[in-house]
T-cell receptor, first 114, second 111 residues
């Protein structure tokens, strides 16, 4: 049981490039989400999904796309990277529709946009 | 605009001392208040959580105190150990999955 996995661990992009951050979980969790972590700002929700085929926007969705074709995977796409997207990105998953359930976080992807 | 305000930004405590981190919120609809612990290079992990119908919850050396009327809650780390050195985040949500996080507190425990 690997939990929540994220790839890559580190990535450097040039402004305007696109890329996909991968997230997978093997706990059969319905709920998955993406956060970005910036110094002095805590974690901010980008997008989330309550099940396969269902996604919705969080607090800071601009510049990011998501899709959820399977229960296990929830990739985050940067369409045209900007320096403001330099951050550490965390994927999380949770077991059920009860918001009291623990959210399990992956190890993060550190992204630098030049 | 953060919905949960956390202080202090950082603190240093001697081994065996007490670490106290405070959080305040405005939205009275919040009904779940978890604390997350994050070590360098790792993702956050749930440490302890509380519902607003409880004024205090204790798990080992970690205690959450909750003051509903003041809209404040705090984390106390008793008998702080070097292994407790980490960043701590308070958070809150309202009957959904969207956690609102505080800015984080970096705790350093000196041996």
């Amino acid at each position: 049981n690997a939990g929540v996995t994220q790839t890559p661990k580190f990535q450097v992009l040039k402004t305007g490039q696109s890329m996909t951050l991968q997230c997978a979980q093997d706990m059969n969790h319905e709920y998955m989400s993406w956060y970005r972590q910036d110094p002095g700002m805590g974690l901010r929700l980008i997008h989330y999904s309550v099940g396969a085929g269902i996604t919705d926007q969080g607090e800071v969705p601009n510049g990011y796309n998501v899709s959820r074709s399977t229960t296990e995977d929830f990739p985050l796409r940067l369409l045209s990277a900007a320096p403001s997207q330099t951050s550490v990105y965390f994927c999380a998953s949770s077991d059920s529709r009860d918001h009291l359930d623990t959210q399990y976080f992956g190890p993060g992807t550190r992204l630098t946009v030049l | 605009q953060q919905q949960v305000k956390q202080s202090p930004q950082s603190l240093i405590v001697q081994k065996g001392g007490i670490s106290i981190i405070n959080c305040a919120y405005e939205n009275t609809a919040f009904d779940y208040f978890p604390w997350y612990q994050q070590f360098p290079g790792k993702g956050p992990a749930l440490l302890i959580a509380i519902r607003p119908d409880v004024s205090e919850k204790k798990e080992g050396r970690f205690t959450i105190s909750f003051n509903k009327s003041a809209k404040q809650f705090s984390l106390h780390i008793m008998d702080s150990q070097p292994g407790d050195s980490a960043t701590y985040f308070c958070a809150a949500n309202i009957n959904d999955y969207k956690l609102s996080f505080g800015a984080g507190t970096t705790v350093t425990v000196r041996a």
